[in-house]
């Protein structure tokens, strides 16, 4: 029942949410989907699909075979994680110095957490050499405490000193460089060591919570100060730029010490080692006095050395003391004080401000940050440090052997997998990081090449166990496939493949870690290295695949069984080609799939860049013939390379729509031999079969090629009036299957035997009968291999090829009752089944193009129409169905995923903010982006173009911004050409030219920078350097005419879209975009870090950008995201439990959904700030407005500092903080958070966007709550206006806003204004509704009260026109709204409305649920859906609604 469309977590792919997978351990999720904003197809729920009657308990399906292999029920989860969760306990900590203190700890966390923990401590923070000892026994640091004898309750852990080593020396001065560098953002703005932005505590003052109670009591409505700033206001056309980043007085840098460094003096020599010594420092402190100290074995002391003489002996007196900070405390008076005050402020940020994120965010714009003296920056800059463990210099990280091992981790239980999937994480984390170090040292020049001899783009490189190769096409090897195009396109493929690969996660099978990253107009692969590949030639070691492009092929026994059990998810089929002896060779992946054995034993499989088959939209091939949706929309065309491949997510849902077809087919048939039928067969198989079963596809569906070739084969069904259908199983080739599971993978699963014939018959006629229509999108949730849902899981046409040892009963719903009929239907029919019902099955199966005949299982060959490979002769049959099936996916992209996006835009179930949402929400629905233009263009013959022109302008922003960033790619390689290119001392000064020819209205003449480094005498002949006069110039001839004509031509030849525009005044006037919005996207886009000012881009006398405002220059890094699976199926169900009202349960199983994902990620990721986001909604809904609030403030940093602080999903996050703020009475924080929401989304995509209405209808309440009557009009009639626009003026959002603005006017006591606008919301509702429902009576009453008002103000003013001052004045009620009924506004606005309830309508609740469980709940594994005690509810009901 508490279902609101935003809740739906960051990376289900489409929207069942409550689909979990019974068998599947690993769920292929795509990896790309992580929605920020609203559910991108938040479809009702209802439509979920049934496999079978629908009245059965499901608790017995989640039984788990007895290996193990399945997270199936809940009670096997729950004891699973009773396990983790031992209760904690207190032990007393004494440290030298302090007095002794209680720390909570639990018996799971290693002796090194507390090391963690005392080391942030504000009074412990300053020592790290020294161990834990309990009566006199040293603890072992990797020790979990539950293993340590003795210790409990009360124990005592004494903090002992221990003498240092080199090591930990450099450890200590390195933790006291971190400490007093704890407040300074440079890290975050510098990008490194994962430190990331967050700006909420700058709006929230630090007031959330308790402290906020005390502090802002009584008084409230006086201290407010609600005016926002000019620029935030309805109808400002100001963009300021500088409060994206507002300044933090927390960040105003208190100065303990002036200089901290390595001494000149480094290392001891052999007489100082001698005596202890391990290094040397030298410090300037703030009294400016120069100082040297000793590290030695014994601590820090002052030694006599000054700049230029050595003499280590310690000075008198030395102040030996164990840490830098002791010692420096008793030199410096400044550092005490200010150290001290430092950790304070240090200690009081929210933990989520100091954590590191899991991977690296940049920020595209920076103030103009100091550069300090650091010694530790320095060292790190020249080692290759990852980690601590790095300081001994030749000890690299074997990233492959790493990320190898941590796949092969046991996987039985759910400790097990936590462990596993964390180590997954975590090193996938460590190599994505260090693989973007290596890439910016190789394209900075700061590694030497393993082939140095070579031209630069076809060099190679290997740093720290990394290899790393550059996107060009070196040695022709794509010169078939688009040279250099498909060069740059191939490492995308590639991860793509890796991700999918990766996900099926079979055992046995290895692929490689991959990372692509764009970095100053290059693209670096790197990968982890197959140990002994670099020994041989690559000849030599492939023994599956062709390394040639299908030339020479080979195929090997042991790929083929391992690659078997990844052609059901991922939908390859196996196929034979031609090798060049013209022996045929069987493949079960495309030819450039390599198998390679490595030296470790291991089966590596690399060059995944064709795992999905060809996009046959943007391949012309000769004498081929695309379908007609394809021919009419202009297909097929030319494209860049031949590497367009289509995406997963469409293959997915191409085989889910393919099987609808299929079932309507069989149901088809069947209706029509139960017509021919009569009698008890007839009454009985009407019953499972009602005509209404099988309504005709969706209008919004063009149905493809197949659906022409399905009329003719329909004839042919019919004909067979056999009793029933009946389909073949064999364990083998039947039925989709979910997604590989874990045991599938660990060795060929048990299978179960084929059903006979009669079952299997049975279950096709339920899941025909259940085959309602279903939006191409929206996914039925059990009755198919789930593609879209790859959680759900497939059984189906009773074929059972399952891991699960259990009886099929146990697993498919509804089998029981299938039984029964199929038995009743073959009893009938003495002689068992008619074997004309076999033609039934196989007319439908050739109508969908599944490559088996007994049942519906459709897959591709991913080397259709591959230049260079070539199928035997025998296969040409199978090879001219594959084609048609491609052709026929094409049409699907074109005739279904187009439309349904636009629709999903239309009815705002998508709404993408920004370029990132948009290129979500179309790869979600499996669009590529190259499709662009043509999603514009259908927008654009949409009859509702007004009300999608949020989209088509975001879309145009796009189109244009990618165009832009491909063309500064080559410019920026043009400047490398010679030797290395730009020269880079120009580089700053190039990019600044770019940018203005890209923005600013300034006919752009390039300021070429005087060279810093020339003498005088010299310059004077070369003051009048000529643009492109050689000297490596030729980026300074582009103009911004040139630059918007190549950028028209790049649309037209990539996107084939027209652009109507010369110059960015164009753009802005024709499309209706901003400039700024437009430097966002292409700064994103291109890695470009800019100097955070204002920007006149409208200038016609100076240049917007000089190269002093370019501060650097970014990488942009693509990377596998690993899951935590477990995690996942707790939080999906937990939002089905919320779903269908039972609060408590779905908000306990989000808590322990939170506690797994924190267990496998660590603090910081975009799936635990969706998890918090929905915990603080559920903690709202039942009452706690405080926990919600924290849960909330959790959510907001976490998406600052993982996502972006100006993210769509981060504006979404501080609206919900408002509104929880607001119900807490913080009313002057609500107001900031929200007008900070407002500015971030101008500063994205500008006022005209429907999210935006919901966003001042929410500044229009609060104002109008702290009674601001005049701003609170503004806002709420701006809200009005984009209502209308966006849900036409009919709708009853539109109704809404009328009422809204109508309560302001009453308030200000203009009742005729009043009137007017509750008579337009009264019209809407009457229309809409009806005048019995009880919004259009509400909205009556309402008119009746204003009228009166309206009445007695006018009989008033008559009085006192008439009798002057000696009027006898009626007093008028003038109300100010109270807080209470401004918060229950604010919630419906937001989709949540208490309902009370009486003793009748909870029945009718309970009814209701129970039908919708029913419904939603097919396939559902982790809770028993039966109801079975009353619902726990309270007397009014909380729901979580959309007002229309």
């Given at each position: 029942?508490?279902?609101?469309?935003?809740?739906?977590?960051?990376?289900?792919?489409?929207?069942?949410?409550?689909?979990?997978?019974?068998?599947?351990?690993?769920?292929?999720?795509?990896?790309?989907?992580?929605?920020?904003?609203?559910?991108?197809?938040?479809?009702?729920?209802?439509?979920?699909?049934?496999?079978?009657?629908?009245?059965?308990?499901?608790?017995?399906?989640?039984?788990?075979?007895?290996?193990?292999?399945?997270?199936?029920?809940?009670?096997?989860?729950?004891?699973?994680?009773?396990?983790?969760?031992?209760?904690?306990?207190?032990?007393?900590?004494?440290?030298?110095?302090?007095?002794?203190?209680?720390?909570?700890?639990?018996?799971?966390?290693?002796?090194?957490?507390?090391?963690?923990?005392?080391?942030?401590?504000?009074?412990?923070?300053?020592?790290?050499?020294?161990?834990?000892?309990?009566?006199?026994?040293?603890?072992?640091?990797?020790?979990?405490?539950?293993?340590?004898?003795?210790?409990?309750?009360?124990?005592?852990?004494?903090?002992?000193?221990?003498?240092?080593?080199?090591?930990?020396?450099?450890?200590?001065?390195?933790?006291?460089?971190?400490?007093?560098?704890?407040?300074?953002?440079?890290?975050?703005?510098?990008?490194?060591?994962?430190?990331?932005?967050?700006?909420?505590?700058?709006?929230?003052?630090?007031?959330?919570?308790?402290?906020?109670?005390?502090?802002?009591?009584?008084?409230?409505?006086?201290?407010?100060?609600?005016?926002?700033?000019?620029?935030?206001?309805?109808?400002?056309?100001?963009?300021?730029?500088?409060?994206?980043?507002?300044q933090n007085k927390d960040w105003k840098p208190m100065q303990c010490l002036k200089v901290l460094t390595m001494s000149g003096w480094n290392p001891p020599p052999g007489n100082?080692?001698?005596?202890?010594?391990?290094?040397?420092?030298?410090?300037?402190?703030?009294?400016?006095?120069?100082?040297?100290?000793?590290?030695?074995?014994?601590?820090?002391?002052?030694?006599?050395?000054?700049?230029?003489?050595?003499?280590?002996?310690?000075?008198?007196?030395?102040?030996?003391?164990?840490?830098?900070?002791?010692?420096?405390?008793?030199?410096?008076?400044?550092?005490?004080?200010?150290?001290?005050?430092?950790?304070?402020?240090?200690?009081?940020?929210?933990?989520?401000?100091?954590?590191?994120?899991?991977?690296?965010?940049?920020?595209?714009?920076?103030?103009?940050?100091?550069?300090?003296?650091?010694?530790?920056?320095?060292?790190?800059?020249?080692?290759?440090?990852?980690?601590?463990?790095?300081?001994?210099?030749?000890?690299?990280?074997?990233?492959?052997?790493?990320?190898?091992?941590?796949?092969?981790?046991?996987?039985?239980?759910?400790?097990?997998?936590?462990?596993?999937?964390?180590?997954?994480?975590?090193?996938?984390?460590?190599?994505?990081?260090?693989?973007?170090?290596?890439?910016?040292?190789?394209?900075?020049?700061?590694?030497?090449?393993?082939?140095?001899?070579?031209?630069?783009?076809?060099?190679?490189?290997?740093?720290?166990?990394?290899?790393?190769?550059?996107?060009?096409?070196?040695?022709?090897?794509?010169?078939?496939?688009?040279?250099?195009?498909?060069?740059?396109?191939?490492?995308?493929?590639?991860?793509?493949?890796?991700?999918?690969?990766?996900?099926?996660?079979?055992?046995?099978?290895?692929?490689?870690?991959?990372?692509?990253?764009?970095?100053?107009?290059?693209?670096?692969?790197?990968?982890?290295?197959?140990?002994?590949?670099?020994?041989?030639?690559?000849?030599?070691?492939?023994?599956?695949?062709?390394?040639?492009?299908?030339?020479?092929?080979?195929?090997?026994?042991?790929?083929?069984?391992?690659?078997?059990?990844?052609?059901?998810?991922?939908?390859?089929?196996?196929?034979?080609?031609?090798?060049?002896?013209?022996?045929?060779?069987?493949?079960?992946?495309?030819?450039?799939?390599?198998?390679?054995?490595?030296?470790?034993?291991?089966?590596?499989?690399?060059?995944?860049?064709r795992t999905f088959p060809p996009d046959l939209n943007f391949l012309p091939v000769e004498g081929e013939e695309l379908s007609p949706e394809s021919v009419r929309q202009g297909?097929?065309?030319?494209?860049?390379?031949?590497?367009?491949?289509?995406?997963?997510?469409?293959?997915?849902?191409?085989?889910?729509?393919?099987?609808?077809?299929?079932?309507?087919?069989?149901?088809?048939?069947?209706?029509?031999?139960?017509?021919?039928?009569?009698?008890?067969?007839?009454?009985?198989?009407?019953?499972?079969?009602?005509?209404?079963?099988?309504?005709?596809?969706?209008?919004?569906?063009?149905?493809?090629?197949?659906?022409?070739?399905?009329?003719?084969?329909?004839?042919?069904?019919?004909?067979?009036?056999?009793?029933?259908?009946?389909?073949?199983?064999?364990?083998?080739?039947?039925?989709?299957?979910?997604?590989?599971?874990?045991?599938?993978?660990?060795?060929?699963?048990?299978?179960?035997?084929?059903?006979?014939?009669?079952?299997?018959?049975?279950?096709?006629?339920?899941?025909?009968?259940?085959?309602?229509?279903?939006?191409?999108?929206?996914?039925?949730?059990?009755?198919?291999?789930?593609?879209?849902?790859?959680?759900?899981?497939?059984?189906?046409?009773?074929?059972?090829?399952?891991?699960?040892?259990?009886?099929?009963?146990?697993?498919?719903?509804?089998?029981?009752?299938?039984?029964?009929?199929?038995?009743?239907?073959?009893?009938?029919?003495?002689?068992?089944?008619?074997?004309?019902?076999?033609?039934?099955?196989?007319?439908?199966?050739?109508?969908?193009?599944?490559?088996?005949?007994?049942?519906?299982?459709?897959?591709?060959?991913?080397?259709?129409?591959?230049?260079?490979?070539?199928?035997?002769?025998?296969?040409?049959?199978?090879?001219?169905?594959?084609?048609?099936?491609?052709?026929?996916?094409?049409?699907?992209?074109?005739?279904?995923?187009?439309?349904?996006?636009?629709?999903?835009?239309?009815?705002?179930?998508?709404?993408?903010?920004?370029?990132?949402?948009?290129?979500?929400?179309?790869?979600?629905?499996?669009?590529?982006?190259?499709?662009?233009?043509?999603?514009?263009?259908?927008?654009?013959?949409?009859?509702?173009?007004?009300?999608?022109?949020?989209?088509?302008?975001?879309?145009?922003?796009?189109?244009?911004?990618?165009?832009?960033?491909?063309?500064?790619?080559?410019?920026?390689?043009?400047?490398?050409?010679?030797?290395?290119?730009?020269?880079?001392?120009?580089?700053?000064?190039?990019?600044?030219?770019?940018?203005?020819?890209?923005?600013?209205?300034?006919?752009?003449?390039?300021?070429?920078?005087?060279?810093?480094?020339?003498?005088?005498?010299?310059?004077?002949?070369?003051?009048?350097?000529?643009?492109?006069?050689?000297?490596?110039?030729?980026?300074?001839?582009?103009?911004?005419?040139?630059?918007?004509?190549?950028?028209?031509?790049?649309?037209?030849?990539?996107?084939?879209?027209?652009?109507?525009?010369?110059?960015?005044?164009?753009?802005?006037?024709?499309?209706?975009?901003?400039?700024?919005?437009?430097?966002?996207?292409?700064?994103?886009?291109?890695?470009?870090?800019?100097?955070?000012?204002?920007?006149?881009?409208?200038?016609?006398?100076?240049?917007?950008?000089?190269?002093?405002?370019?501060?650097?220059?970014?990488?942009?890094?693509?990377?596998?995201?690993?899951?935590?699976?477990?995690?996942?199926?707790?939080?999906?169900?937990?939002?089905?439990?919320?779903?269908?009202?039972?609060?408590?349960?779905?908000?306990?199983?989000?808590?322990?959904?939170?506690?797994?994902?924190?267990?496998?990620y660590g603090a910081m990721h975009v799936e635990i700030c969706a998890c918090l986001r929905l915990l603080a909604r559920l903690n709202y809904i039942m009452g706690d407005h405080?926990?919600?609030?924290?849960?909330?403030?959790?959510?907001?940093?976490?998406?600052?500092?993982?996502?972006?602080?100006?993210?769509?999903?981060?504006?979404?996050?501080?609206?919900?903080?408002?509104?929880?703020?607001?119900?807490?009475?913080?009313?002057?924080?609500?107001?900031?958070?929200?007008?900070?929401?407002?500015?971030?989304?101008?500063?994205?995509?500008?006022?005209?966007?429907?999210?935006?209405?919901?966003?001042?209808?929410?500044?229009?309440?609060?104002?109008?709550?702290?009674?601001?009557?005049?701003?609170?009009?503004?806002?709420?009639?701006?809200?009005?206006?984009?209502?209308?626009?966006?849900?036409?003026?009919?709708?009853?959002?539109?109704?809404?806003?009328?009422?809204?603005?109508?309560?302001?006017?009453?308030?200000?006591?203009?009742?005729?204004?009043?009137?007017?606008?509750?008579?337009?919301?009264?019209?809407?509702?009457?229309?809409?509704?009806?005048?019995?429902?009880?919004?259009?009576?509400?909205?009556?009453?309402?008119?009746?009260?204003?009228?009166?008002?309206?009445?007695?103000?006018?009989?008033?003013?008559?009085?006192?026109?008439?009798?002057?001052?000696?009027?006898?004045?009626?007093?008028?009620?003038?109300?100010?709204?109270?807080?209470?009924?401004?918060?229950?506004?604010?919630?419906?606005?937001?989709?949540?409305?208490?309902?009370?309830?009486?003793?009748?309508?909870?029945?009718?609740?309970?009814?209701?649920?129970?039908?919708?469980?029913?419904?939603?709940?097919?396939?559902?594994?982790?809770?028993?859906?039966?109801?079975?005690?009353?619902?726990?509810?309270?007397?009014?009901?909380?729901?979580?609604?959309?007002?229309?």
């Amino acid at each position: 029942m508490v279902s609101k469309t935003d809740d739906i977590p960051a990376s289900v792919p489409n929207c069942n949410v409550n689909t979990v997978d019974l068998v599947g351990e690993t769920p292929d999720r795509k990896e790309t989907t992580k929605a920020p904003h609203k559910d991108p197809c938040g479809h009702s729920v209802d439509t979920a699909v049934m496999n079978g009657g629908g009245t059965h308990n499901l608790s017995e399906e989640s039984k788990q075979d007895g290996a193990g292999d399945t997270d199936g029920g809940e009670d096997s989860n729950e004891q699973e994680v009773i396990v983790i969760q031992d209760t904690g306990f207190t032990v007393k900590i004494q440290a030298p110095g302090t007095e002794p203190f209680d720390l909570q700890v639990s018996p799971q966390e290693m002796v090194q957490e507390i090391h963690q923990v005392l080391m942030d401590r504000e009074d412990t923070c300053h020592r790290t050499c020294f161990s834990l000892q309990l009566d006199s026994n040293v603890l072992d640091n990797f020790a979990e405490l539950k293993s340590i004898e003795g210790l409990q309750e009360g124990s005592l852990l004494k903090v002992v000193e221990e003498p240092y080593t080199v090591r930990e020396a450099r450890i200590h001065v390195r933790h006291i460089r971190d400490l007093l560098k704890g407040l300074d953002p440079s890290d975050a703005y510098n990008g490194v060591d994962c430190n990331s932005l967050s700006f909420l505590s700058v709006f929230t003052d630090g007031d959330l919570g308790d402290s906020g109670k005390r502090k802002k009591k009584g008084s409230e409505l006086e201290q407010i100060d609600c005016t926002p700033p000019e620029h935030i206001l309805p109808g400002s056309k100001e963009r300021p730029l500088l409060p994206l980043q507002p300044q933090n007085k927390d960040w105003k840098p208190m100065q303990c010490l002036k200089v901290l460094t390595m001494s000149g003096w480094n290392p001891p020599p052999g007489n100082r080692k001698m005596h202890g010594d391990l290094m040397y420092l030298y410090m300037v402190t703030v009294e400016e006095r120069h100082i040297s100290i000793t590290a030695s074995t014994r601590g820090f002391y002052l030694n006599q050395s000054t700049t230029y003489t050595f003499n280590p002996k310690p000075a008198n007196p030395s102040f030996l003391s164990h840490s830098l900070v002791e010692l420096l405390s008793q030199i410096s008076p400044a550092f005490k004080k200010n150290f001290t005050a430092l950790q304070k402020k240090r200690v009081q940020r929210h933990p989520f401000e100091r954590i590191a994120t899991p991977f690296q965010v940049y920020s595209w714009t920076a103030p103009q940050v100091d550069h300090t003296m650091d010694c530790v920056r320095a060292e790190d800059a020249y080692t290759s440090r990852l980690g601590y463990e790095e300081h001994i210099p030749g000890q690299t990280r074997d990233w492959n052997e790493e990320l190898q091992t941590t796949r092969e981790l046991a996987r039985k239980n759910l400790p097990d997998r936590l462990l596993r999937e964390r180590a997954i994480f975590k090193v996938h984390s460590d190599f994505a990081a260090a693989a973007t170090r290596g890439s910016m040292a190789v394209i900075d020049g700061n590694v030497m090449a393993i082939n140095p001899g070579e031209e630069t783009r076809m060099q190679m490189f290997i740093w720290n166990n990394i290899f790393f190769s550059l996107g060009f096409d070196v040695r022709d090897h794509y010169r078939e496939l688009g040279g250099d195009a498909a060069a740059h396109a191939a490492p995308t493929n590639d991860l793509n493949g890796v991700r999918a690969y990766g996900a099926v996660d079979v055992e046995g099978l290895y692929t490689l870690g991959t990372v692509v990253v764009d970095y100053r107009g290059y693209r670096v692969t790197a990968q982890s290295i197959i140990p002994g590949i670099l020994e041989r030639e690559q000849e030599q070691s492939v023994i599956y695949g062709s390394i040639d492009f299908g030339k020479t092929v080979v195929s090997h026994g042991k790929y083929l069984e391992l690659l078997e059990k990844t052609s059901r998810p991922l939908k390859v089929q196996r196929h034979n080609v031609l090798n060049e002896k013209d022996e045929s060779m069987e493949l079960c992946s495309s030819v450039e799939c390599k198998g390679i054995i490595g030296n470790d034993g291991r089966h590596y499989i690399l060059d995944l860049l064709r795992t999905f088959p060809p996009d046959l939209n943007f391949l012309p091939v000769e004498g081929e013939e695309l379908s007609p949706e394809s021919v009419r929309q202009g297909f097929p065309r030319q494209h860049r390379h031949r590497l367009a491949c289509l995406r997963q997510e469409l293959i997915e849902a191409f085989v889910e729509h393919r099987y609808l077809l299929f079932m309507k087919m069989a149901a088809l048939q069947l209706m029509q031999q139960k017509a021919n039928k009569e009698s008890k067969l007839a009454t009985l198989t009407e019953n499972s079969i009602p005509g209404a079963a099988v309504p005709a596809l969706p209008s919004t569906e063009t149905p493809d090629a197949s659906a022409e070739s399905s009329e003719t084969s329909t004839e042919t069904l019919t004909d067979a009036n056999s009793d029933t259908v009946q389909t073949e199983t064999t364990s083998t080739t039947d039925a989709p299957q979910p997604a590989a599971t874990e045991a599938t993978t660990t060795e060929a699963a048990p299978k179960t035997e084929p059903m006979t014939e009669t079952d299997s018959s049975a279950t096709t006629t339920t899941n025909a009968s259940q085959a309602t229509p279903i939006e191409d999108n929206v996914v039925p949730t059990v009755t198919t291999n789930g593609p879209l849902v790859p959680f759900a899981t497939a059984i189906q046409n009773g074929e059972c090829e399952s891991p699960l040892e259990g009886k099929a009963e146990d697993i498919i719903p509804g089998l029981a009752q299938a039984k029964e009929l199929a038995e009743s239907l073959a009893a009938e029919d003495g002689s068992g089944i008619d074997p004309k019902s076999r033609e039934v099955v196989l007319n439908a199966c050739k109508a969908v193009g599944s490559i088996s005949n007994t049942s519906f299982d459709i897959r591709f060959n991913p080397d259709i129409f591959s230049p260079g490979v070539r199928f035997p002769e025998d296969s040409a049959d199978d090879i001219q169905k594959q084609k048609q099936l491609l052709k026929d996916a094409g049409a699907f992209m074109v005739s279904c995923q187009i439309p349904s996006l636009v629709k999903d835009c239309l009815d705002h179930s998508a709404l993408p903010m920004d370029g990132a949402t948009l290129t979500e929400a179309l790869h979600q629905r499996g669009i590529n982006v190259r499709y662009l233009g043509n999603v514009l263009a259908f927008v654009d013959q949409t009859p509702a173009k007004a009300q999608l022109e949020h989209f088509y302008r975001i879309g145009i922003s796009e189109l244009i911004t990618r165009c832009a960033k491909h063309i500064f790619k080559t410019y920026l390689q043009t400047m490398y050409s010679v030797s290395q290119g730009v020269e880079l001392s120009a580089l700053s000064a190039a990019v600044s030219h770019f940018l203005n020819c890209f923005l600013s209205s300034f006919d752009a003449v390039a300021h070429l920078p005087a060279d810093e480094l020339v003498s005088r005498r010299k310059n004077r002949k070369r003051r009048n350097r000529v643009p492109g006069g050689g000297d490596n110039t030729a980026w300074a001839c582009l103009t911004p005419s040139e630059l918007w004509k190549n950028i028209v031509s790049e649309a037209q030849s990539y996107y084939h879209f027209t652009l109507h525009c010369e110059n960015a005044d164009q753009v802005v006037e024709k499309y209706g975009l901003q400039k700024i919005t437009l430097l966002r996207e292409i700064s994103i886009k291109a890695g470009i870090q800019i100097l955070i000012k204002e920007y006149n881009f409208d200038s016609r006398h100076k240049p917007a950008f000089t190269e002093e405002d370019i501060l650097n220059i970014f990488p942009v890094v693509k990377h596998v995201n690993p899951k935590a699976s477990d995690a996942f199926h707790f939080f999906q169900s937990g939002q089905a439990k919320v779903q269908q009202g039972y609060l408590k349960e779905g908000c306990e199983l989000i808590n322990e959904a939170l506690n797994l994902f924190n267990n496998v990620y660590g603090a910081m990721h975009v799936e635990i700030c969706a998890c918090l986001r929905l915990l603080a909604r559920l903690n709202y809904i039942m009452g706690d407005h405080h926990e919600a609030l924290s849960n909330q403030q959790k959510a907001v940093l976490m998406s600052e500092r993982v996502l972006g602080v100006e993210h769509p999903n981060t504006i979404q996050e501080y609206m919900h903080l408002a509104l929880y703020c607001f119900a807490n009475g913080q009313l002057s924080t609500a107001l900031k958070l929200l007008y900070r929401a407002r500015y971030l989304m101008l500063m994205v995509c500008g006022e005209d966007h429907p999210e935006m209405a919901l966003l001042d209808s929410n500044i229009g309440l609060v104002l109008h709550g702290v009674m601001e009557y005049d701003l609170s009009l503004r806002f709420l009639e701006n809200a009005l206006a984009i209502n209308s626009k966006y849900h036409g003026p009919r709708s009853l959002k539109v109704a809404l806003s009328h009422h809204l603005v109508a309560r302001v006017y009453e308030s200000k006591a203009e009742f005729r204004s009043a009137l007017q606008q509750e008579k337009e919301g009264y019209t809407i509702y009457k229309n809409q509704v009806g005048e019995a429902h009880e919004k259009t009576k509400e909205s009556s009453e309402y008119l009746k009260y204003l009228t009166q008002q309206a009445v007695a103000l006018q009989r008033t003013m008559n009085e006192i026109y008439k009798n002057g001052s000696n009027a006898s004045i009626m007093p008028l009620k003038f109300t100010a709204p109270s807080m209470a009924s401004v918060l229950e506004q604010l919630n419906i606005i937001n989709g949540i409305i208490f309902i009370p309830l009486s003793q009748k309508d909870l029945e009718n609740l309970k009814a209701e649920v129970q039908r919708r469980q029913q419904l939603q709940e097919s396939g559902k594994s982790v809770e028993d859906l039966t109801v079975d005690g009353p619902l726990e509810l309270e007397d009014k009901i909380p729901m979580d609604v959309n007002v229309d």
